[in-house]
């Protein structure tokens, strides 16, 4: 599901993990994920992790999270142009 609302940043969501982008949120443009109780936050460039020790997605999982940021990356972008300006 693509598209932005205000009350729900959901961006993105497949294989169990929810791509977000926080409103309020800083430069440089990424995407935080969730699934379940673990979480991780993408930077949309490269992507890459931006904060391992914090990133809790088990190993499958953030391998997955970093396929589809990479897959998606320009409506990802698009998005936070949207949101971000």
């Known amino acids: 599901r693509l598209g932005y609302n205000s009350t729900m940043p959901e961006i993105f969501r497949a294989f169990g993990l929810v791509l977000v982008i926080f ?15 673990e979480k ?5 460039e490269g992507p890459r992790v931006a904060d391992k020790p914090r990133c809790t997605l088990p190993p499958s999982r953030l391998r997955k999270a970093l396929l589809l940021v990479a897959e998606n990356r320009a409506i990802l972008l698009q998005e936070w142009e949207k949101i971000h300006g």
Do not use: E, Q, R
């Not at 409103?23 to 109780?37: I, K, L, S, W």
């Not at 991780?40 to 949309?44: E, G, N, R």
């Open 23 to 37: 409103p309020d949120d800083h430069a440089p443009p990424h995407t935080h994920v969730f699934c379940g109780g």
């Open 40 to 44: 991780c936050k993408i930077f949309l």
